[in-house]
């Protein structure tokens, strides 16, 4: 070994021991790069050794470039391809998981296919998303069904108030109109809030009173099939009360012949007005 060699040594191992000494590995590099931002983390020659091993793995490796901002889509596409996005929309294999009684919609998975290659995404990622999509689609549709449930109940509640012991009688003569004159499917025709024409409070009333019409006027047969108890609206109760208690009626005359029967008569009303 010449005499320039075993002073090279030399000098390392004094650079190892003062270093040893420091306890600082850092003071034995150059100081122009000591401070460097890429060494922050880095907290003995060991993990300098790493890195270093690590870096010399990557040269040589594929790598891609990213466009600038005068790219064309054509520069993009090939960025898209070269992480994994496939060659065509139709490459993409998706699993939609569509739920239990659902019908899968082709239409919708192809827009789908579309979209995700025109965003460049990889097949892991579009599958990601459609995961994603589907569990909202269920959980919003379970939503609006809940929502929908509401709806028809709070419909049926406020009937029930207006239309007192008569709801049932009501309901009927309406249905015997539909069926007698009109199309029981147009009462599943969805209107623009989303709501059944079925299931629409006004559209109930209005066949209820052409119904409640044609039994007074018509008489109670008019209707195929339809046979109502007899009972009132609490309105319509209300009006027979109020003849029952006119002044000067036998309600008002307890030596009346009529007198308890007008009151047995006014307690049968009042209780229909209470529903």
Known sequence: MSEEQVAEVSDVQEDVQEVAQSGDWRDAIPEEVRGHRSLEHINDVGALAKSYV???SMIGADKVAIPGKSATPEDWREVYTKLGAPQAPDGYEINHNVPEGAEFNTEMADWFNNAAYQAGLTPLQAQALADQWN????NSAQMQ?????????NVETELRKEFGQAFEDKLMLGNGVVEQFGNPDLLEVQLADGSLLGDNPEVIKLMASIGTFMQERLGEDTL????TNGAMTPDQARDKLSELTAQGSPYWDQRHPEHHWYINEALKFREMMNG
């Open 224 to 227: 195929e099939g339809v046979k």
């Open 135 to 138: 569990e909202m689609s269920v």
């Open 145 to 153: 069904e809940t929502d929908y449930e509401n709806y028809v109940q």
């Open 54 to 56: 690590h870096a010399q």
